[in-house]
C-alpha cells in the first residue's frame, strides 16, 4: 500500500515535470480529440496513431514480457487495425500524459477500444486512476471497477494550466 503510494507521488512529479517542461517549450500541450491512422499497435494498451504514442486511459493490459499480451495486441489490433482511422479523446485530466504517451480513450469504427479490452477480460481497470480520469463517471469504467462514488472533474488532479 505504501509503496502504491510513493510511486503515485512519483508519477504526479514526473506528470508535473513534463507538463511544466511542455509549457516551457512553448509546445502545444493539448491535443484534445483528433482523428488520425493507426500506425502500429504496440500492445494491447498502447498504439501509435498519428504519430503519437497513445496509452489508454484507465485500463491495463499486459506487457510485452507478460503472460497474455500476444492475445492482448491481437485483440487491439482487431478493433483497431494498423491502416485504420481512429479517435483519440485525450483524457483531460491527465494532459500532462504519462512516460511521454498521451492518455486517451480510442475509438475505432465506432468501438471504445478501451472497453472492449475489458470487456473481453484483456484488460484490467486501474482503479488507482479513476479518481483523476475524465472518464471515471463513464458506464463502461463505473461497471468495470470505478464505482460511482467519484465526483467527476473535481479532483485535484494535475493539469496544465492552459486547460
Ligand atoms: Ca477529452
Request: hydrophobic share 45%.
Amino acid at each position: 500500500m505504501f509503496m502504491k503510494f510513493l510511486v503515485m507521488v512519483a508519477s504526479v512529479a514526473a506528470a508535473l515535470l513534463c507538463a511544466g517542461y511542455f509549457l516551457s517549450a512553448g509546445t502545444e500541450p493539448s491535443r484534445r480529440r483528433f482523428e488520425g491512422t493507426v500506425e502500429r499497435v504496440i500492445d494491447g494498451d498502447t498504439l501509435v496513431v498519428a504519430g503519437e504514442t497513445v496509452r489508454l486511459a484507465l485500463v491495463n493490459a499486459p506487457e510485452t514480457y507478460e503472460e497474455g499480451y500476444d492475445s492482448a495486441a491481437e485483440f487491439a489490433s482487431g478493433i483497431c487495425p494498423e491502416g485504420s482511422v481512429a479517435a483519440v479523446d485525450e483524457d483531460d485530466m491527465q494532459a500532462a500524459g504519462s512516460h511521454r504517451r498521451l492518455v486517451a480513450v480510442v475509438t475505432c469504427g465506432g468501438a471504445n477500444l478501451n472497453e472492449e479490452l475489458l470487456k473481453a477480460g484483456h484488460a484490467t481497470i486501474v482503479e488507482d486512476f479513476c479518481a483523476s480520469s475524465e472518464f471515471a463517471n463513464e458506464e463502461w469504467a463505473i461497471s468495470y471497477g470505478c464505482g460511482a462514488s467519484w465526483p467527476s472533474a473535481s479532483l485535484s488532479a494535475p493539469t496544465p494550466a492552459s486547460a
